[in-house]
């Protein structure tokens, strides 16, 4: 999901950008403007429309774009289009000529119609948009997705803002220490907090029977409602696997689990793999930078042995999402390596990625190294990149060599 995976980047930083300080309903007054005017030509927006929750109904509040008709100043919470966006949180109203529909009925112009529900009541939030031809129902249904369950994560991390010492200390609860011993491979893994509490983590599961596993994963935002869904994820990771359920499974069983729960950011990319001693790897990519297999013996224009990119799409933004397991296999003197945006998004004076080039290019300084001294060096290149300017998001790195 390509579509999807822009959507999710430029929703990412439409969220990095909100000032969660700012009194409620200016928070999200300013999200109508920001939001319209980033993804008004993406996702084919007329117009934004917000109403806020009053004793007597929905009051309009906000509205941007052309609209092209007269507006309801008042909407009827037990009436469409509230009623049903309250119902689904979501709801796209298709068709502006069906029978009870909320433009036939006169309560919006006659448009197709998309509305997303958040906060909780009594104090409630609805954004409409109004669409023009040639929307995409996808690419619309992620990004409304996406968007609500942000900003619920963004509502919710106003009330509980200052709580960093909490949000630290459920992370490094979860967060191992070193990685196991493990036959057959080395091991090694670092992750840097860009703030006091990040969203990045690793961790291993050791499966026994020549079987580990290891995931890493980057969360969207920061602070406790990061550290919450860092805490489901990893705590949902751990019980699949040990109930030996299939790994696509496992990933969309907890997909359904994020998808749910309003008290996290709700947005991982997870990358999980389960490595066989004798170097068969079986994994998942839900909507994570690839892990690279690098070869023992590059040749010239071939850096790299494979890209880890089957998979899915991120967690969370989506209810049904399916996931699909990838092979791969990692021969005697090859190196895995897994990293999160932090690595591959620091940018230098000029503005450019440190990027896979730069991360290739860290690997093979470090050809036939053991694996401590290729994670040194990927740190070591990716903060000279950028300079002195400090980490802008959270880096992590796991890599596993096969000795």
Same mark, same amino acid.
């Given at each position: 999901m390509a579509t999807a995976k822009l959507l999710y980047r430029r929703l990412d930083a439409l969220f990095g950008g909100l000032k969660t300080r700012r009194?409620?309903?200016?928070?999200? @007054?300013?999200?109508?403007?920001?939001?319209?005017?980033?993804?008004?030509?993406?996702?084919?927006?007329?117009?934004?429309? *917000?109403?806020?929750?009053? #004793?007597?109904?929905?009051a309009l509040v906000k509205a941007v774009g052309d609209a092209g008709?007269?507006?309801?100043?008042?909407?009827?919470?037990?009436?469409?289009?509230?009623?049903? &966006?309250?119902?689904?949180?979501?709801?796209?109203?298709? $068709?502006?000529?069906?029978?009870?529909?909320?433009?036939?009925?006169?309560? *919006?112009?006659?448009?197709?119609?998309?509305?997303?529900?958040?906060?909780?009541?009594?104090?409630?939030? &609805? !954004? !409409?948009? /109004? /669409?023009?031809?040639?929307?995409? /129902?996808? @690419?619309?249904?992620?990004?409304? $997705?996406?968007?609500?369950?942000?900003?619920d994560?963004?509502?919710?991390?106003?009330? &509980?803002?200052?709580?960093?010492?909490?949000?630290?200390?459920?992370?490094?609860?979860?967060?191992?220490e070193e990685p196991p011993v493990f036959p057959g491979f080395e091991l090694a893994a670092r992750s840097i907090a860009a703030e006091e509490v990040g969203g990045d983590f690793y961790d291993f599961h050791d499966l026994g029977d020549g079987l580990l596993g290891v995931a890493i994963g980057d969360a969207s935002g920061h602070g406790l409602p990061a550290a919450l869904l860092? #805490?489901?994820?990893?705590?949902?990771?751990?019980?699949?696997?040990?109930?030996?359920?299939?790994?696509?499974?496992?990933?969309?069983? *907890?997909n359904r689990v994020i998808h749910r729960s309003r008290l996290s950011s709700r947005f991982i990319s997870v990358f999980y793999a389960e490595v066989e001693s004798e170097g068969n790897v079986v994994y998942v990519n839900a909507g994570h930078p690839p892990p690279i297999v690098f070869s023992a013996h590059p040749q010239p224009g071939q850096?790299?042995?494979?890209?880890?990119?089957?998979?899915?799409?991120?967690?969370?933004? /989506?209810?049904?999402?399916? !996931?699909?397991?990838?092979?791969?296999?990692?021969?005697p003197g090859e190196v895995l390596?897994?990293?999160?945006?932090?690595?591959?998004?620091?940018? $230098?004076?000029?503005?450019? !990625?440190?990027?896979?080039?730069?991360?290739?290019?860290?690997?093979h300084d470090t050809q036939g190294q053991p694996a401590q001294a290729i994670l040194d060096r990927i740190f070591e290149a990716s903060s000279a990149w950028g300079g002195t300017r400090p980490w802008e998001d959270d880096a992590t790195v796991v890599v596993l060599k096969r000795t």
């Open positions: 009194a409620q309903p200016k928070l999200l @007054e300013a999200f109508l403007e920001d939001s319209f005017a980033s993804l008004r030509e993406d996702l084919r927006l007329k117009a934004g429309l *917000l109403y806020a929750e009053r #004793r007597d109904g929905f008709g007269p507006l309801a100043e008042t909407l009827d919470a037990a009436q469409p289009p509230i009623a049903e &966006v309250a119902r689904h949180r979501v709801y796209i109203f298709a $068709n502006p000529e069906a029978e009870g529909s909320p433009q036939q009925r006169g309560l *919006l112009p006659h448009a197709a119609v998309a509305g997303l529900l958040v906060g909780r009541a009594p104090s409630r939030y &609805v !954004f !409409f948009f /109004l /669409l023009a031809d040639g929307w995409q /129902l996808d @690419e619309l249904d992620f990004a409304l $997705n996406t968007t609500r369950a942000a900003l994560a963004r509502l919710v991390d106003a009330r &509980v803002r200052g709580s960093f010492r909490e949000a630290a200390e459920i992370q490094q609860s979860l967060l191992v860092v #805490r489901d994820v990893v705590t949902g990771l751990r019980m699949g696997i040990e109930r030996e359920l299939k790994v696509a499974q496992v990933f969309s069983k *907890l850096p790299f042995e494979a890209e880890l990119t089957v998979g899915g799409t991120v967690i969370g933004p /989506l209810p049904n999402s399916q !996931f699909r397991r990838g092979l791969a296999r990692v021969q390596v897994a990293c999160t945006d932090g690595i591959l998004e620091r940018r $230098n004076g000029a503005g450019e !990625f440190f990027d896979t080039r730069g991360l290739r290019a860290a690997v």
